[in-house]
């Protein structure tokens, strides 16, 4: 394969989760077995630019087009938008003229904040029920993909965006250079684009690695970001390490020598080389980590089953999908994974197939175990379902390790 980034063909692999489904491919109840098709899912490391990435890409239209994922459902997401909507209004002191736009907008969760302020906000979101319910807030959405393209037609139309937003999409595109070189025709002069991603160090430390799923193309830091960035005169000023997702970057990026590069910029720099995110023996132990820990999860969780224990999962996440895949744990395994997304609710999760069920439903099954599969907001859930129960299960989360509380 060629890296998606630099072009060179010296890859190396990182680890093998072997073939799964798309992960956000819930079926309808009625799916047989088998019925969504395995695609292999190996993540390797290109030893010329060092971006950590799939061998394999599946065409996003399969994946994104009729999309599951609401971002509105997580409380600590919708806090975490708010005070950064916040801080980009003070920050960049944006007026009612301004216009804020966003890539990959999802439900409305950032831009309803600018909205709220009184300044003009356009939504780009490819997912056709995601941007429905964005609209219905009263945010401008179109229904597409950002491309070269779509930037130079939305610059020649006069669109001038004060902050494009790209939260958790960097990794999401196929094609980053394309993507990149229309955030470059589309920002103005001196235009700001703020990217959040999961930081491929916090993945590598804490063996995040159910974090490697098909939508994720790509696995980033600062440099490899900066990068492509760089390939198309933009470049970082600033950048904040955030907690979301287990970990992750906030760059603030615009084009090349308009505003001054923050100190911050160095100091991530200097700590992705000390990790050893250039040294390919960095990535070598991800693999047995992560063997060890489907090793010790799969033994509680068969051992409590021959026990006559049930056990339930929370949370119908992709990160949550890849593991229970990565494991080969069944609906003999886990009776169901109980989610508060309506729009997963009464489907199967693709692989397993365990049913997936609303969190009163969860209660009605009295679990014995309830393995919180998105670990990134294990607090968040375990307070809500410690509310709900009638009696307090062992609660379970795998990443980094396993730990049963």
Request: charged share 20%; aromatic share 8%.
């Amino acid at each position: 394969m060629e890296c998606r980034f630099c072009g060179s063909t010296h890859v190396e692999p990182v680890i093998d989760l072997g073939a799964q489904p798309p992960a956000n491919g819930l079926l309808p109840p009625d799916a047989p077995f088998g019925a969504a098709t395995p695609v292999p899912l190996c993540a390797v490391v290109c030893t010329n630019c060092w971006l950590m990435q799939l061998d394999t890409a599946v065409p996003p239209e399969t994946m994104f087009t009729d999309y599951v994922y609401f971002s509105s459902f997580s409380d600590t997401w919708i806090a975490h938008t708010r005070d950064l909507a916040a801080m980009a209004i003070e920050r960049f002191a944006l007026k009612p003229s301004d216009l804020v736009m966003e890539i990959a907008s999802n439900d409305g969760y950032l831009l309803q904040n600018f909205l709220a302020a009184g300044i003009q906000v356009l939504g780009i979101e490819p997912a056709f029920a995601t941007a429905e319910t964005a609209r219905a807030k009263g945010i401008t959405t179109q229904t597409r993909f950002f491309t070269e393209a779509v930037g130079r037609e939305l610059a020649a139309s006069g669109t001038k965006p004060s902050i494009v937003f790209g939260l958790n999409v960097f990794a999401h595109v196929p094609k980053p250079h394309d993507f990149v070189a229309g955030l470059a025709a589309l920002t103005a002069p001196d235009g700001v684009v703020i990217f959040e991603f999961p930081h491929v160090l916090s993945l590598i430390r804490h063996c995040q690695f159910d974090t490697i799923y098909h939508e994720h193309y790509s696995y980033l830091g600062l440099a490899t970001a900066s990068f492509v960035l760089g390939k198309h005169g933009l470049e970082v000023f600033d950048v904040e390490q955030v907690p979301t997702h287990g970990g992750s970057l906030r760059l603030f990026v615009g084009h090349k020598g308009r505003r001054p590069i923050g100190e911050a910029v160095a100091r991530v720099a200097a700590e992705e080389r000390a990790a050893g995110l250039d040294r390919l023996e960095t990535y070598g132990a991800l693999r047995k980590r992560a063997e060890a820990i489907r090793s010790d999860l799969t033994e509680l969780v068969r051992g409590a089953r021959a026990q006559g224990k049930t056990v339930v999962g929370y949370g119908a996440a992709a990160k949550g999908i890849t593991l229970i895949n990565y494991c080969g744990l069944t609906r003999d395994d886990i009776a169901l994974v109980a989610d508060a997304n309506s729009h997963k609710q009464g489907k199967l999760l693709p692989g397993s197939h365990i049913p997936v069920a609303t969190p009163e439903a969860l209660a009605e099954a009295d679990p014995d175990i309830v393995l919180i599969l998105p670990w990134n907001i294990r607090d968040e859930l375990i307070g809500k379902l410690t509310e709900r129960l009638a009696r307090k299960p062992d609660f379970v989360t795998a990443i980094p390790k396993l730990e049963v509380s």
